[in-house]
């Protein structure tokens, strides 16, 4: 991806599993592939762009629970 995106006309969808916490993301598919985050506190600040890959890379990721830290101390606490 070159250049800054336009996202002046992008919709911005927030996770259904966000909670009222203020640690929403906003997310929105870019018209040339990737996809672009923001805080949804702030959408008027930085915006994040992705590539496809690195999307679908960081997803995989999540779903595997590499990024709860919950997860994370269950996984080193031995009995």
């Known amino acids: 991806m070159t250049g800054r995106p336009d996202t002046a006309s992008v919709t911005w969808r927030t996770s259904s599993h966000s909670n009222d916490l203020d640690t929403c993301i906003e997310v929105a598919g870019l018209a040339g592939g990737g996809r672009a985050v923001r805080d949804s506190k702030d959408p008027r600040g930085p915006i994040l762009i992705v590539t496809t890959a690195e999307w ?24």
Do not use: I, N, P, S
């Open 56 to 79: 679908t890379a960081f997803v995989g990721r999540v779903r595997d629970g590499e990024f709860d830290w919950r997860l994370a101390m269950a996984r080193t606490t031995t009995c």
